[in-house]
């Protein structure tokens, strides 16, 4: 199964939701502002300002004009754990690791013995 390519906006948005999940961002955090970020990420502030509209219409963050985005409170997102696995798949792949190297480690975890 090939792993669907994610554009850069939403490999952004993915990114904010694992960093809620994972508790390094809260209820009422506020996120950079689009340039900030877009600054920091090295991308255009548009593609920035696309996550950020993803996120809210999926009701995980809202915007307070002239204030900023935030973190809703509304609900904390689940990562899509069969996304995140193609993802990071995707990512060893991009690395130039090998079909076979990454069979062999998912093998070493598996099977408790680490190899590799």
Do not use: H, W
Not at 13 to 19: A, F, L, P, Q, T
Not at 23 to 40: N, Q, T, W
């Amino acid at each position: 199964m090939k792993a669907p390519k994610l554009s850069l906006y939403q490999v952004i948005g993915e990114n904010i939701k694992r960093r809620i999940a994972a508790g390094a961002l809260k209820e009422g955090d506020k996120l950079p502002s689009c340039r900030d970020f877009a600054e920091e990420l090295g991308v255009n502030p548009n593609t920035v300002q696309r996550a950020y509209t993803q996120l809210e219409d999926e009701g995980i963050v809202f915007t307070i004009a002239k204030k900023g985005v935030f973190v809703s409170s509304a609900r904390r997102p689940r990562p899509d754990r069969g996304q995140m696995l193609l993802s990071k798949i995707a990512e060893l792949k991009s690395l130039g690791y090998t079909r076979e190297e990454i069979a062999a480690a998912l093998g070493a975890v598996f099977a408790d013995t680490p190899t590799v």
